[in-house]
């Protein structure tokens, strides 16, 4: 919120302009369900 004076004297609030997403904002979530750490070891073995 911000505050601001009226030219009669009166403060009032007014909604503050939302800061700017920093650049890593769209990069932050889940990846989602990866692979078992079993499922991870067999690739690095070249078992398939």
Known sequence: MDFRRTPWGQ?????ADPAPPSRFAKLRGHAGK??????????????T
Do not use: E, F, K
């Open 11 to 15: 403060i009032i609030l007014v909604r």
């Open 34 to 47: 990866g692979l078992s750490t079993d499922a991870i070891m067999a690739l690095t073995r070249g078992d």
